[in-house]
């Protein structure tokens, strides 16, 4: 079945790097469209980045130019390269595949992040 397991998270200074990993399984990764969303709390999920098959980025305007997101097809693993992170930017980080014809949507478990002023 499919499986996205997020990694990398934790208690980060503000202004110190931190990059999220994204292992998944149980489809054809090369062929999917992946994305990065986050959760603070008390708020709704929103979108933090998304990379199509063929490698095309979009991102959360507020984000771009601080954060990154990649992937590599030969490891089944998408990351968010967070530079820069504020408190702001504390929440739950979640994975999210878009997979097949129909475009199921598949998310992981999530991964705390939180920065410290």
């Known amino acids: 079945q499919v499986q996205l397991v997020e990694s990398g998270g934790g208690l980060v200074q503000d202004g110190r790097s931190l990059r999220l990993s994204c292992a998944a399984s149980?489809?054809?990764?090369?062929?999917?469209?992946m994305g990065w969303y986050r959760q603070a709390p008390g708020k709704q999920r929103e979108l933090v980045a998304t990379i199509t098959s063929s490698g095309i980025t979009k991102y959360a305007a507020s984000l771009k130019g601080r954060f990154t997101i990649s992937r590599d097809n030969a490891k089944n693993t998408v990351y968010l390269q967070m530079n820069s992170p504020k408190p702001e930017d504390t929440a739950v980080y979640y994975c999210?595949?878009?997979?097949?014809?129909?475009?199921?949507?598949?998310w992981g478990q999530g991964t705390q992040v939180t920065v410290s002023s």
């Open positions: 149980g489809f054809i990764f090369s062929s999917a469209n």
């Open positions: 999210n595949a878009i997979v097949g014809v129909v475009g199921f949507r598949y």
